[in-house]
Structure formats: C-alpha cells, structure tokens
C-alpha cells in the first residue's frame, strides 16, 4: 500500500493558507484564529471518514479509526501549531501522513487489529507561553490544572484562560489524562530540522534516541572601566573570561566529549555594552545536549572547571546556574525494529539516526513504545519560511509508516504482539 501524495498536498496547500503572516512563513499559533480554520478543515477531514474525534482539554485532537476494536491504539501524528514565521513541513508533515494513512486503509478496506489513533498535539511549539510540548506534557500527565493557571503568556494572560476562551473544556484536565492501556504503540513521523539525511543522501532516518539537555546560565561580574586608560594588566574584564570560557566549551565539545554531543552559546548580555567601556557584568547561556547523558555531564564538569579557573585567573565573580535539563530518551528497540524491517524489506534508502530536538513522541516514553520517523529537511533549515522538505521523500516517509502500521496492526499478519 501506498500514501496518496497528491491528495496529501492538496491537505498541504490548504492548511498553509491559514496564517497570520502570508508571504513570510507559517504564523499559526494554537488557539489563534489560524489554528481554528486549521482544526475545521482537519476535522472535517475526520468525519468524511467517521473517525471518533475528541478534543481534550488543551486541544489535543485524538481521532480514532477502528472504534469497535476493543484493543489498544497505535497512534500517529504530531502537531499542528508553529513558530513565528515558520515553516510548512515542522508537525504538519506528520499529522498529514496519518491522516492519509487512515484514508488508505479505510479506502483499501484493510482489517485492522488494533484502533489507529491520529493524535495532533497542541502547542507544541511554545510559541504562546515559551513552554514546548504543553499538549503532550498535559496528555501525559505531566502539567495539570496547576501548570496551566501558573504558566502564561507575554501579556500576563495564563493558558488556563486561554484555552477556556478558545472554548475548550479545560476543567477536564486531570480526567483527559491518556492511560497506558490505551495505547500500544505510538509513532511520529516529523522533519529533521537537521542536515545530516541530506549529507548522508538519505529519504528517511529511524530515530533510535532523542538527546536530553542541559542549559546553564553564566553570570561574569568584573569592574566596568575606561578602555583607553586601564593598563591590561589592571584589568577585570568578563568579557575576555566569557570568550575564554566559550571558545574552551567549543573545544571540548568538538575534541574530548562523544561524538554525540553538541555545545551552544547563543546568548549573551553585556553591560553596559558600549564600545569604549571594559564591560562590568557579562551572561551567557551554555545549551548542551546528547542521546548519553555522560556527553553532557562531560560538558557540565568542564564548564564548571573553567568557570573556577578564569575567574581566579582574571579576579572575576563567577555564577553557575542550572537553569532547564530534560533527560535523553531511548526510544522503543521493538517500535525502530519494525520500522527497520519494514525499511529494508521495500528498499528504502534509511539511516539510524538520533534526534538532537525534543518532540512530543518523548513525551509518551513512560506510557508506552515509541519510535519516530524522520524524512530531510533541505539545507537542515526549519523554523524558517526557508524550511523545505522534498515531495518524494514526504512520500517516502509516508510510505514507510504507513508499511509499518500494516505490519503493526493488519490482520492478516496479526503476529500476537503483547503491549509492551
Ligand atoms: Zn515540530
């Protein structure tokens, strides 16, 4: 069996219509008036082929095929909302691919032995509230009521209210928390957001983990002074510490750490920031991630050395702080040997790859077995009007879930799989 790809894109060039920022990206923030147009066309996508829908009370969107089997779903999906000025493939790429994959079945009438469950996550994005996967965190358990009256956005308006007033039954947070006996499996097909499928000239990846992260602050105070009448010698300068500091993390990063892991300094604040002044604080943010959590306490250890010795070095005050962590996730061996399978009995041209970002699919790990696809993103570019993926690997990828669900959930090949 195979996706329909032209039907997929017609989804594609509807969906991308609904934004806030035309001819600059995909602007549709969930519970914007962009993300209602987008949940009406979706929705009515699901009654055409009488899927049993329920919006919980984020606004996650679970859309059941297969109601009458009293089994556990195999749910695929991913979410619907974007940045600002993002781009058309991040989330929507695997929401469309279920939805064609349940048309395919349904059209092929194809005996199924579990439920397939289309989920589209809400908020994945932070865009709103600067937290990343609210809908799945909320679906999971992980953030109740609580969370969602505490977390708010930049006018102070908490989400909470945000979502009662896009008319969602937010009450019910606590009730709508997904049980594990629900579900037997759950895969996300989604872009890369990477490079490395196009180097490796590869049309999909099998993600076989999702790297954890740690993110530091680093808090450099000196003594802010002229720049043409302070002697070098007499000098506490955070500025210099901080560049010694981040070129040595660049260093160990990419020399003495695991292959796998990655060091980001993207932020910096200086003050008072002025061209003729030796600055008198200096913060900088450290982001470190790796699928092996020895990677990043690598990187933490190293910093924190470094940190002690520049500071005594150049007599500066220094402050570590442990400001975010999430832990790297080992997705299921049964779930990416499916899918590996599956990939080499068609031919597809694949790699084993790990994810450096978060998804949602992390997420549901505690619940249940869960794998992830990945199709290229051209260049690696996302977040970005530029963000591109390729028609032919958007069916490749399709393809392959929609061979993976056959082998997980066809009748005909029913293999008795135990949940988990
Ligand atoms: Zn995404």
Known sequence: MNINLKRMLNDFSTIVSFTRTPNNGCTRFSYSYEDRQTREYLISQMKDLDLSIKVDAVGNIRAKYGME???TSIMIGSHIDTVENGGKYDGLSGVLVALEIIRVLKEEQVAISHPIELIIFAE?????FGVTMLGSKVLTGKYGTADLKRIKNGEGVSAYDIAKSFGLSVDHVEKDVLENEEVDAMIELHIEQGAVLETQNKSVGIVQAIAGMKTFKINLEGDSNHAGTTPMDLRQDPMAGAATIISHIRQVAKTQALPTTVATVGKIICQPNMPNVIPQRVEFFVDVRDVDSEGIDLIANALTEKVN????????QGKIELIGESNPVKLSSRITHAIEETASEYGYNYMRMNSGAVHDAAMMTDLTDVGMIFIPSMEGKSHSPDEYTRQEDIKSGGDLLLQVIEKLAVKTK???????
């Open 69 to 71: 089997i009293k089994k």
């Open 124 to 128: 994945e994005e932070g865009s709103n």
């Open 309 to 316: 010795a520049v500071t005594t070095e150049d007599n500066l």
């Open 414 to 420: 029913e293999t008795n799989q135990t949940s988990r």
